[in-house]
């Protein structure tokens, strides 16, 4: 690529100073998908697509390039049981920091929520943006929202948006009653605006003043703009949408943390676009998150 002084690219927000309030960390977990997959490889795919993009969001007229997030790298093989213990230990030394941590699949919610929660989990509040419930038995990428659970976390501050028809069973759809969780299904984001789901979302996840994780299932979107993600079905949410929500949700003080999942980066199309939407909507929630708290 050519060498721009006056365009600096989105990889130079990138740095090895572990004094920067934002981390970004790869957890390549792929062991327990319930369908193959070479999620594994996602992480460094989505750091060489930051490249495409640069430093400024024309629409708030922001430049990003003084806003420092500090490259964890990656936690070697993450997948349960030993490997979650990895995750909580290197999560230990980020927990000061806002963390966006870089799937793998989509079973690193629970290793990455409970990590950075600790003892806080009763007080602790989940938003999804997914098109499953991700309520089931055991472990897998299926299962990280009934871990969590069973861990503590209480449904009534479980918010899952972009439920898709479908996608789902009866079961777990009255399981997710049961609990208590709110669902926004895919057909309610067609006649309300993303601000006012969001303001819906942390509200009822923040209603104890806990720690907040979003999860960013990028299988919520249309399969036509993310062909790396296996489970994503036609009707999904747009890419535009899901930038949105990313800005959103980084323009929300309450919000501790956020995951990327569910993308094969070996599974994606040739252009490369499931990936680059990850590292632009990186760049997205950096940028709310820059707007609201500096």
């Known amino acids: 690529?050519?060498?721009?002084?006056?365009?600096?690219?989105?990889?130079?927000l990138l740095t090895s100073n572990s004094d920067a309030r934002v981390a970004l960390i790869g957890i390549p977990a792929h062991e327990t998908s319930i369908s193959a997959t070479r999620a594994d490889t996602t992480p460094p795919a989505v750091r060489e697509a930051m490249n495409r993009y640069s430093t400024y969001c024309a629409t708030h007229d922001q430049e990003l390039l003084s806003l420092e997030v500090?490259?964890?790298?990656?936690?070697?093989?993450?997948?349960?049981p030993a490997g979650e213990a990895r995750v909580h230990e290197k999560l230990a030394e980020l927990s000061d920091k806002f963390v966006i941590a870089i799937g793998g699949d989509n079973s690193i919610t629970y290793s990455v929520a409970t990590g950075l929660w600790g003892n806080e989990i009763e007080r602790a509040g989940l938003i999804t943006f997914d098109a499953h419930h991700d309520l089931r038995d055991g472990i897998s990428n299926g299962s990280p929202v009934e871990r969590l659970v069973q861990a503590g976390l209480s449904g009534k501050r479980i918010v899952q948006i972009g439920i898709a028809d479908f996608s789902n069973s009866?079961?777990?759809?009255?399981?997710?009653?049961?609990?208590?969780?709110?669902?926004?299904?895919?057909?309610?984001?067609?006649?309300?605006?993303?601000?006012s789901i969001v303001e819906q979302a942390i509200s009822i996840a923040g209603a104890?003043?806990?720690?907040?994780?979003?999860?960013?299932?990028?299988?919520v979107c249309d399969r036509s703009v993310?062909?790396?993600?296996?489970?994503?079905?036609?009707?999904?949410?747009?890419?535009?949408?899901?930038?949105?929500f990313a800005h959103l949700i980084?323009?929300?003080?309450?919000?501790?943390?956020?995951?990327?999942?569910?993308v094969d980066a070996q599974a994606d199309a040739p252009d490369g676009r499931t990936v680059r939407?990850?590292?632009?909507?990186?760049?997205?929630?950096?940028?709310g998150l820059r707007l609201s708290r500096e």
């Open 1 to 12: 690529m050519n060498t721009d002084p006056s365009w600096p690219r989105a990889t130079s």
């Open 70 to 80: 500090f490259d964890a790298g990656n936690v070697k093989a993450p997948d349960h």
């Open 170 to 195: 009866p079961q777990y759809a009255q399981r997710a009653k049961e609990y208590g969780i709110t669902v926004i299904p895919r057909s309610e984001l067609r006649n309300r605006t993303a601000e």
């Open 208 to 219: 104890l003043g806990g720690p907040m994780h979003v999860d960013f299932d990028v299988d």
């Open 226 to 244: 993310v062909p790396g993600c296996p489970a994503a079905a036609p009707g999904g949410i747009s890419a535009d949408e899901f930038r949105n």
């Open 250 to 262: 980084g323009a929300s003080n309450q919000v501790r943390s956020v995951d990327f999942t569910e």
């Open 277 to 287: 939407l990850v590292a632009v909507s990186v760049l997205e929630l950096l940028c």
